[in-house]
């Protein structure tokens, strides 16, 4: 693969970068005791720069969340080069700069031990890269907590004992803990009531501000991404089939895909209305 310049508008190296990024997984016995392969992700050239806030949307299935879990290390490519902050990842998820990339999901990734108390949840990450003592551990994680908004006693508390909103906001805190550049959220505020989702959806983008995160919004409820993200980007079949600054994709969306899914949102809008 050649390296080309990059034609960045700011001259600036993007912050995640991908070139022909391919994934595939083979399930199951299938049909007859075949085994089946899916070929989820089918060449993704994706570039987010610093600081942009970038929805990712797609029907169900269409590889977002394989995306998701190849551009924080949680799952490997098959091919493709996966680059963050202008450094090659390779294939090895133990890679550093995995650091700098969490993902957050619908169930918050909080499925350890409901045993763990509030701050053994949020310091976990920082006790896995051998930082600092556990004082210092603990410090930071009540500090944390504060951050996203949980009450100074909050610490000592199992996690089973939080509400839906108070995890979202643990998962946030624990997310933040290693300071990570880029938050991927994967239908982090689905699920929830619309007060919270409101509160929770508040909370990210005064995060987003006062660290200059970069955010991927992974959400198939076009509402929201209208009011969270300033960029679109349409999957379909594991390929990114549109782009476009939301703006222009509300006043109308290029790909066939982008249409049925803006149709579909509209549709189910003005059904919930009635
Ligand atoms: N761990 C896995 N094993 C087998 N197939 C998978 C796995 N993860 C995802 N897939 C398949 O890959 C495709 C894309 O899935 P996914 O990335 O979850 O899409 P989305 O998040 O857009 O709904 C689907 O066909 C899904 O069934
Ligand atoms: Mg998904």
Not at 83 to 112: K, M, P
Not at 208 to 213: D, H, V
Request: include cysteine; charged fraction near 25%; aromatic fraction near 6%.
């Amino acid at each position: 693969m050649n390296e080309q310049p990059l034609r960045q508008s700011e001259g600036q190296e993007p912050i995640l970068r991908t070139v022909d990024l391919r994934k595939g997984y083979t399930r199951g016995r299938g049909w007859r005791g075949k085994r089946q392969h899916v070929q989820s992700l089918q060449g993704i050239d994706l570039q987010v720069r610093a600081g942009q806030s970038l929805a990712l949307i797609g029907a169900s299935g269409s590889g977002k969340s394989t995306l998701a879990r190849c551009l924080a290390g949680l799952e490997r490519p098959d091919s493709g080069e996966l680059w963050i902050a202008g450094r090659n990842c390779g294939y090895s998820s133990h890679s550093r700069e995995f650091t700098q990339v969490h993902l957050i999901f619908q169930d918050c990734g909080l499925s350890t031990n409901p045993r763990f108390t509030a701050s053994e949840i949020v310091s976990e990450p920082l006790l896995i890269s051998h930082w600092g003592t556990r004082a210092e551990r603990t410090d930071r994680a009540i500090n944390l907590m504060k951050t996203v908004g949980l009450p100074a006693d909050a610490a000592g508390r199992r996690a089973g004992e939080f509400s839906g909103g108070q995890r979202r906001r643990l998962a946030v805190a624990r997310a933040l803990a290693l300071e990570p550049r880029v938050l991927i959220l994967d239908e982090a505020l689905a699920g929830l009531d619309l007060s919270t989702q409101g509160q929770m959806a508040n909370l990210l983008l005064e995060i987003q501000q006062a660290r200059a995160l970069t955010y991927l919004w992974i959400s198939h409820d076009l509402s929201l991404v209208l009011r969270l993200a300033s960029e679109i980007a349409v999957m379909d079949e594991g390929r990114i089939v549109e782009s476009a600054s939301v703006r222009e994709w509300f006043a109308g969306p290029r790909s066939p895909q982008g249409q049925d899914l803006l149709q579909a949102s509209r549709a189910w809008r003005s059904g919930a209305e009635r």
